[in-house]
């Protein structure tokens, strides 16, 4: 059982925490991750455990969760049990507290370029260099900029900044992160590029969870076509024969085209000085965001396998032989079954009694029924 360190935001240590009832960590490549900590109100150290300071497992720094939630567990009769249930969520979710704000001269902050500039421009001017100071998280700094990620063009307005993270992480496969810095008492953005560790590489050891290895205990596999689309017609600005329309993926045909429609009106085709003087933007950048608009909508749909299992953590193991963001090989013979893919959701299992398991989900899970409402939602918006 790893035991838990114990600070505030000003990086006092209160403590460590040894042992507790059971522990579920989940980190999110992309979105944000959770933790759930059951600890009888006895154990050593359990006071330590108050709302907004801050758990990390031991000498795992890139693991800080916030704790907002805490409540005295009911048993099946509904008395009260000695148990303290505790929530604590990623220091990344601080981003879910910052919106982007356009500049004052023009409707939309844009940004063009690889996924990891285009990412901290937005946590730089949301979060750490904001015009507004009230808007800084304090110590919050941002690791410098190796341009890491495919060449991208976004435009927000008022989004959330996580959301906005989250949308690029999924178009890019590049995942991001708030660490700590313990030396320096700072918090530290980065985004997390993944290593490839399939088998047919030659660059590093392969990674390969398998039922015949043993290294993979259970697998569930679903392909589905149910919600595929993989032809965007994409509208911009205009009325009627007028209006900018771009089609993505125009080669498609047959029974393999797969039509879907984009409002992407709310893309300006023009843009304002510093003095209000309005000028048409390039048209070159006007197709480019309209293109990463549509990109971002097929991405909703081009789900056809989801595979996620409970691996063993005996040959390979979870933060030494690979992590979160990693390719690695997946296989199993009986079925027919063998893929690569990416690890997007690491979830970790500690239960007093029990051996430690580890949950992976690979690439993107089943959408889920909240999910499609979400989606239904933002489509009637882009449509107004």
Not at 220 to 229: N, Q, V
Not at 254 to 279: C, L, M, P, Q
């Amino acid at each position: 059982m790893i035991p838990l360190r114990v600070i505030d935001v000003d990086f006092n240590l209160y403590g460590e925490v040894p042992k507790y009832e059971s522990l579920q960590i989940v980190n999110n490549l992309f979105g944000i991750g959770s933790i759930e900590l059951k600890i009888n109100r006895y154990m050593p150290k359990a006071d330590l455990l108050e709302v907004d300071r801050i758990i990390f497992p031991l000498n795992r720094t890139d693991t800080p969760f916030q704790i907002l939630h805490r409540e005295i567990e009911l048993d099946e009769g509904g008395k009260a049990t000695e148990n303290w249930v505790i929530k604590a969520v990623p220091l990344k979710a601080w981003l879910s507290d910052r919106l982007i704000l356009p500049p004052t001269h023009t409707a939309n902050q844009n940004k063009s370029g690889n996924a990891e500039t285009v990412m901290k421009h937005y946590v730089n001017i949301s979060a750490v260099n904001p015009i507004d100071t009230k808007r800084i998280i304090p110590k919050l700094v941002i690791a410098a900029d190796l341009k890491r990620g495919d060449n991208i063009s976004r435009s927000a307005r008022f989004d959330t900044l996580s959301d906005e993270l989250k949308t690029i992480g999924e178009l890019t496969q590049i995942g991001w992160n708030i660490s700590l810095d313990i030396e320096n008492k700072r918090f530290v953005f980065d985004i997390i590029e993944g290593l490839n560790r399939v088998a047919s590489q030659t660059d590093r050891p392969p990674v390969v969870f398998s039922t015949e290895f043993k290294t993979l205990e259970s697998l569930e596999y679903t392909e589905s076509k149910l919600d595929y689309k993989n032809t965007a017609v994409v509208a911009g600005q205009g009325e009627g024969v007028n209006r900018k329309v771009i089609i993505l993926n125009d080669t498609n045909s047959g029974f393999d085209r797969k039509e879907i429609y984009i409002d992407a009106r709310d893309v300006a085709d023009t843009d304002t000085d510093e003095e209000g003087n309005e000028f048409p933007r390039p048209e070159a950048d006007v197709i480019a965001d309209l293109t990463d608009r549509g990109n971002e909508k097929l991405a909703e749909h081009l789900q056809e396998i989801f595979v996620n299992g409970q691996i063993t953590n005996t040959i390979f193991r979870y933060g030494y032989d690979w992590f979160n963001g990693d390719t690695v090989t997946l296989e199993h013979k009986d079925w027919g079954i063998a893929l690569d893919a990416q690890i997007t959701q690491v979830k970790e299992i500690h239960e007093v009694g029990r051996a430690y398991k580890v949950e992976v989900v690979f690439d993107k899970d089943i959408p889920t029924f909240v999910d499609k409402i979400s989606r239904t939602l933002r489509k009637v918006a882009d449509k107004r």
